[in-house]
């Protein structure tokens, strides 16, 4: 075996490996959110403050988003407050602002807002970029067996 061949074996391995890892992390999170909805009970917030979070890349700069923090009633009367996990810069959402939550009722502090960037955008962009990833390692991996391809 040339070095070529062991160089795309072993990448088309990782990349492949990596991709399916990545896609299986989507789709389980995919299924816990529908798992979510499914037993999730809606609910009227509103918007209440937005914390302005910031982050630093390697090279110093700083970026800001917004994540909304959202109070609503439960069907208990309980009120609850809590900070949305995704948040946005520009805002995607104003102070006072109405929006539609859903929330478990064992654990109404674990609430989301009802959107899809909020429901869906990490799971599909993980199983997608993951698919990808596996499915360029797959290719470079069966193209790196030239007796497969010849015998057909």
Same mark, same amino acid.
């Given at each position: 075996?040339?070095?070529?061949?062991k160089?795309?074996?072993?990448?088309?391995s990782?990349?492949?490996?990596v991709?399916?890892?990545?896609?299986?992390?989507?789709?389980?999170?995919?299924?816990?959110?529908?798992?979510?909805? %499914?037993?999730?009970?809606?609910?009227?917030?509103?918007?209440?403050?937005?914390?302005q979070?910031?982050?630093?890349?390697?090279?110093?700069r700083?970026?800001?988003?917004?994540? @909304?923090?959202?109070e609503?009633?439960?069907?208990s009367?309980?009120? %609850?407050?809590?900070?949305?996990?995704?948040?946005?810069? @520009? @805002?995607?959402?104003?102070?006072?602002?109405q929006?539609?939550?859903?929330?478990?009722?064992?654990?109404?502090?674990?609430?989301?807002?009802?959107?899809?960037?909020?429901?869906?955008?990490? @799971?599909?962009?993980l199983?997608?970029?993951g698919?990808?990833?596996?499915?360029?390692?797959?290719?470079?991996?069966?193209?790196?067996?030239?007796?497969?391809?010849?015998?057909?």
């Amino acid at each position: 075996m040339n070095e070529d061949t062991k160089f795309f074996r072993i990448f088309g391995s990782i990349f492949g490996g990596v991709g399916s890892i990545i896609a299986v992390t989507g789709i389980m999170i995919a299924l816990n959110t529908r798992s979510f909805i %499914t037993s999730a009970i809606p609910a009227q917030g509103t918007i209440i403050d937005l914390v302005q979070r910031s982050s630093t890349d390697k090279k110093g700069r700083s970026s800001y988003a917004y994540y @909304p923090v959202i109070e609503f009633t439960a069907r208990s009367g309980e009120t %609850t407050v809590f900070e949305s996990n995704s948040g946005s810069n @520009p @805002p995607e959402f104003t102070k006072g602002q109405q929006v539609e939550i859903l929330y478990s009722p064992e654990k109404p502090n674990s609430a989301m807002i009802k959107s899809w960037l909020s429901l869906w955008f990490l @799971p599909v962009m993980l199983t997608g970029l993951g698919s990808i990833f596996a499915l360029v390692g797959g290719v470079v991996l069966i193209k790196s067996f030239p007796r497969l391809i010849s015998s057909k």
